[in-house]
């Protein structure tokens, strides 16, 4: 098959001809920086609550919106980080650390524009990474077959278990969990329709969207109600956004460098943007020109998160594109949005929806343009909406959960779902066992047990089916190294220090 | 309650849980004689196992860490007020499907926000006017996003 003709690129062109596609993007990286500028609004439930809204939409329009949602709200979140301390998506926390120092310096303007633009240089390079990468990806995939699937599926659940704050068991159980929901509906096999309840509703098992607003949305606004109220006051003036050619000539290698590191963390199955960012501000640490001076308040601090965040944008959709495996939370989500339009992700999308791909493409690269001007221009007016009072904050977005799990598929019963997955979600957060696995799992859940039972009747019951295959048993051992590899190495560094 | 006993709690809960799958695949249609995968309560049965051994895993990790963590676990709400606060929210939540089959979706919304922001607002600072107002504002934007954008069709309630 060909997949590394210029159609890949082109074919999807034509659907720019529509001015739709533009109002989409800009609305998508508008609402999107607004979102994520907010702090305890994060990318994933901006995602999660606006999937209603484009369910009418024409897919290709959809997706404008949503990818400009994405992009916009993964940087957006660094704006709260840098005026407030407080990172307004998770994938900013490490902006904090020398952004907050900036602007206690007067210096929050040149920081935010510091922050855009290697935003902007951060998503352009990984489009270009994810045009080149998957359709070689997909290609490879065609030929898995339901065990590799099984295996892939595997990794990116340990993984997400892994680098979910806190304990691994309880990651794994939420991923368990996960799967578990996966199984109300009709058994893809034998057709017995199992855990319905009498409801037609559940026939075709429990919609993802209304979990994962619940889940994302309606339980972190439970959250802050049960905390106490805080208010916001941005004394910052922000000013000189547009940073001077010396400082973008000092900060060009960082950039370049965050960004391969946020395309390749980001690529990982399961391993996101907070990831990344941490990671890209840890190698400026250890490498970077100024590492002494990294945490009071210098531009290289801000440039390396925030390129290797938004650059993580496009390395977490191609797992997500190629194998419907998700990177992180925020592209499970933005499966959902697919999955919704009739859409299946995975290498066969590359074969039969090569516009579609290719709108992807064009789209996520207009958000990273429409980005930058947002970014530049709005950076003020963010400012000040980051005081917003939570007390008219929370209802509203509460209202737009219940109305939008409604409007998915005009059920009452979908908002039931939603009220369940809230306070089910809530009482998991203070628990504290991870979200992000739950929702991974349920969104794997169905492709998962298809793809084990086939590999399992088509081997007449054996096992062992599973590592014959090389490529399949090569995911299972990734498997392994990710569950035991940790816990091995912690072993490893006491001996070596009792040896010592 | 400290961490430590929640964690066990919920290593229980959960232990409890995968038993009662497990039961209930069990009276799951079997066929006799046929690959085990190919039955309906094969896969439940299997995730039910993989839950039960994860719910020990938890209890056996919390009980190790013995010592180290016998701190408060930090109450849910921070204030009694907060916890009112929290249970109002839910009880609104589930009030708002009723209202809004009976009244329709625009005025379930409107008395959902007016409900939750006077709850929100500090005592002593409410004003009413305003807070109508803000809430006829959001009522307004959800009913044009939805009504007149995506038309989706509503359950008629006996307004709007």
Same mark, same amino acid.
């Given at each position: 098959?060909?997949?590394?003709?210029?159609?890949?690129?082109?074919?999807?062109?034509?659907?720019?001809?529509?001015?739709?596609?533009?109002?989409?993007?800009?609305?998508?990286?508008?609402?999107?920086?607004?979102?994520?500028?907010?702090?305890?609004?994060?990318?994933?439930?901006?995602?999660?609550?606006?999937?209603?809204?484009?369910?009418?939409?024409?897919?290709?329009?959809?997706?404008?919106?949503?990818?400009?949602?994405?992009?916009?709200?993964?940087?957006?979140?660094?704006?709260?980080?840098?005026?407030?301390?407080?990172?307004?998506?998770?994938?900013?926390?490490?902006?904090?650390?020398?952004?907050?120092?900036?602007?206690?310096?007067?210096?929050?303007?040149?920081?935010?524009?510091?922050?855009?633009?290697?935003?902007?240089?951060?998503?352009?390079?990984?489009?270009?990474?994810?045009?080149?990468?998957?359709?070689?990806?997909?290609?490879?995939?065609?030929?898995?077959?339901?065990?590799?699937?099984?295996?892939?599926?595997?990794?990116?659940?340990?993984?997400?278990?892994?680098?979910?704050?806190?304990?691994?068991?309880?990651?794994?159980?939420?991923?368990v969990f996960g799967l578990v929901i996966g199984i109300v509906g009709i058994d893809p096999?034998t057709g017995f329709p199992r855990f319905i309840m009498g409801r037609a509703e559940l026939l075709e098992g429990i919609d993802?969207?209304?979990v994962?607003?619940?889940?994302?949305?309606?339980?972190?606004?439970?959250?802050?109600?049960?905390?106490?109220?805080?208010?916001?006051?941005?004394?910052?003036?922000?000013?000189?956004?547009?940073?001077?050619?010396?400082?973008?000539?000092?900060?060009?290698?960082?950039?370049?460098?965050?960004?391969?590191?946020?395309?390749?963390?980001?690529?990982?199955?399961?391993?996101?943007?907070?990831?990344?960012?941490?990671?890209?501000?840890?190698?400026?640490?250890?490498?970077?020109?100024?590492?002494?001076?990294?945490?009071?308040?210098?531009?290289?601090?801000?440039?390396?998160?925030?390129?290797?965040?938004?650059?993580?944008?496009?390395?977490?959709?191609?797992?997500?594109?190629?194998?419907?495996?998700?990177?992180?939370?925020?592209?499970?989500?933005?499966?959902?949005?697919?999955?919704?339009?009739?859409?299946?992700?995975?290498?066969?999308?590359?074969?039969?929806?090569?516009?579609?791909?290719?709108?992807?493409?064009?789209?996520?690269?207009?958000?990273?343009?429409?980005?930058?001007?947002?970014?530049?221009?709005?950076?003020?007016?963010?400012?000040?909406?980051?005081?917003?009072?939570?007390?008219?904050?929370?209802?509203?977005?509460?209202?737009?959960?219940?109305?939008?799990?409604?409007?998915?598929?005009?059920?009452?019963f979908?908002?039931w779902v939603?009220?369940i997955?809230?306070?089910v979600?809530?009482?998991?957060?203070?628990?504290?066992?991870?979200?992000?696995?739950?929702?991974?799992?349920m969104?794997?859940g169905p492709?998962?047990e298809?793809?084990?039972?086939?590999?399992?009747?088509?081997?007449?019951?054996?096992?062992?089916?599973?590592?014959?295959?090389?490529?399949?048993?090569?995911?299972?051992?990734?498997?392994?190294?990710?569950?035991?590899?940790?816990?091995?190495?912690?072993?490893?560094?006491?001996?070596?220090?009792?040896?010592? | 309650?400290?961490?430590?006993?929640?964690?066990?709690?919920?290593?229980?809960?959960?232990?409890?849980l995968a038993g009662l799958l497990f039961i209930v695949a069990g009276f799951m249609p079997?066929?006799?004689?046929?690959?085990?995968?190919?039955n309906t309560g094969f896969y439940p049965r299997m995730l039910a196992?993989?839950m039960?051994?994860?719910? #020990? !895993? $938890? /209890? *056996?990790?919390?009980?190790?860490?013995?010592?180290?963590?016998?701190?408060?676990?930090?109450?849910?709400?921070? %204030?009694?007020?907060?916890?009112?606060?929290?249970?109002?929210?839910? #009880? !609104? $939540? /589930? *009030?708002?499907?009723?209202?809004?089959?009976?009244?329709?979706?625009?005025?379930?919304?409107?008395?959902?926000? %007016?409900?939750?922001?006077?709850?929100?607002?500090?005592?002593?600072?409410?004003?009413? /006017?305003?807070?109508?107002?803000?809430?006829?504002?959001?009522?307004?934007?959800?009913?044009?996003?939805?009504?007149?954008?995506?038309?989706?069709?509503?359950?008629?309630?006996?307004?709007?």
């Amino acid at each position: 098959m060909e997949l590394f003709s210029f159609d890949l690129y082109l074919s999807g062109l034509h659907f720019f001809t529509n001015p739709l596609m533009y109002v989409a993007s800009f609305f998508g990286v508008l609402v999107g920086v607004v979102f994520g500028a907010l702090p305890g609004l994060t990318a994933t439930m901006t995602i999660a609550v606006f999937i209603p809204f484009t369910f009418g939409l024409a897919p290709t329009i959809s997706f404008a919106f949503l990818l400009g949602l994405y992009s916009g709200a993964v940087y957006g979140g660094s704006i709260s980080a840098i005026l407030i301390n407080i990172p307004g998506t998770p994938s900013a926390i490490a902006t904090s650390l020398d952004g907050y120092p900036m602007s206690q310096q007067g210096r929050a303007g040149e920081a935010i524009g510091i922050s855009t633009i290697s935003s902007t240089i951060g998503g352009f390079l990984s489009v270009i990474v994810l045009m080149f990468a998957a359709p070689a990806i997909a290609s490879v995939a065609l030929k898995f077959s339901a065990e590799e699937y099984v295996g892939i599926t595997l990794i990116g659940l340990s993984v997400i278990a892994i680098i979910s704050p806190g304990s691994t068991v309880k990651g794994l159980i939420s991923g368990v969990f996960g799967l578990v929901i996966g199984i109300v509906g009709i058994d893809p096999i034998t057709g017995f329709p199992r855990f319905i309840m009498g409801r037609a509703e559940l026939l075709e098992g429990i919609d993802s969207i209304p979990v994962m607003i619940g889940m994302y949305g309606l339980s972190e606004m439970l959250v802050q109600i049960s905390d106490v109220q805080y208010s916001i006051v941005v004394k910052q003036k922000i000013s000189k956004l547009i940073p001077p050619l010396k400082d973008l000539k000092r900060i060009l290698g960082t950039v370049i460098r965050s960004s391969f590191i946020g395309v390749i963390i980001g690529a990982l199955p399961a391993a996101g943007g907070s990831i990344a960012s941490l990671v890209a501000y840890g190698q400026e640490k250890r490498f970077g020109k100024r590492r002494d001076e990294l945490g009071t308040g210098i531009i290289e601090g801000v440039a390396a998160p925030e390129a290797a965040n938004n650059a993580s944008t496009g390395g977490a959709l191609i797992p997500m594109l190629t194998l419907g495996i998700p990177g992180d939370a925020m592209t499970a989500v933005l499966m959902g949005g697919l999955i919704i339009q009739g859409l299946r992700p995975g290498p066969l999308l590359f074969q039969q929806q090569m516009p579609f791909v290719s709108s992807i493409f064009i789209s996520l690269l207009l958000s990273v343009v429409f980005m930058c001007i947002i970014g530049l221009v709005g950076a003020k007016y963010f400012a000040k909406l980051i005081g917003f009072p939570k007390k008219y904050l929370i209802p509203a977005i509460l209202v737009f959960c219940l109305v939008g799990s409604y409007a998915i598929s005009n059920s009452i019963f979908d908002i039931w779902v939603l009220i369940i997955s809230g306070i089910v979600g809530f009482v998991m957060r203070k628990l504290s066992f991870p979200i992000a696995p739950i929702v991974l799992g349920m969104i794997l859940g169905p492709l998962f047990e298809s793809n084990f039972r086939r590999s399992l009747m088509l081997s007449e019951g054996n096992w062992a089916t599973f590592v014959q295959r090389p490529i399949s048993l090569g995911f299972l051992i990734v498997v392994v190294l990710v569950l035991v590899g940790p816990m091995l190495l912690k072993r490893f560094n006491k001996v070596i220090i009792r040896g010592n | 309650m400290t961490r430590k006993r929640s964690d066990i709690i919920a290593g229980i809960v959960l232990f409890a849980l995968a038993g009662l799958l497990f039961i209930v695949a069990g009276f799951m249609p079997t066929r006799q004689g046929s690959v085990q995968a190919l039955n309906t309560g094969f896969y439940p049965r299997m995730l039910a196992v993989i839950m039960a051994v994860l719910s #020990v !895993l $938890l /209890v *056996l990790e919390t009980v190790r860490k013995q010592g180290q963590e016998a701190r408060q676990m930090a109450p849910w709400w921070k %204030t009694k007020s907060a916890f009112t606060m929290f249970l109002a929210t839910l #009880v !609104l $939540l /589930v *009030l708002y499907p009723f209202v809004m089959r009976l009244f329709g979706f625009a005025s379930a919304s409107f008395l959902f926000i %007016t409900a939750l922001v006077w709850l929100l607002t500090e005592k002593g600072q409410a004003k009413p /006017v305003k807070i109508l107002g803000i809430a006829a504002a959001i009522t307004l934007v959800v009913y044009i996003v939805f009504k007149l954008v995506l038309a989706i069709p509503f359950p008629m309630g006996l307004l709007i």
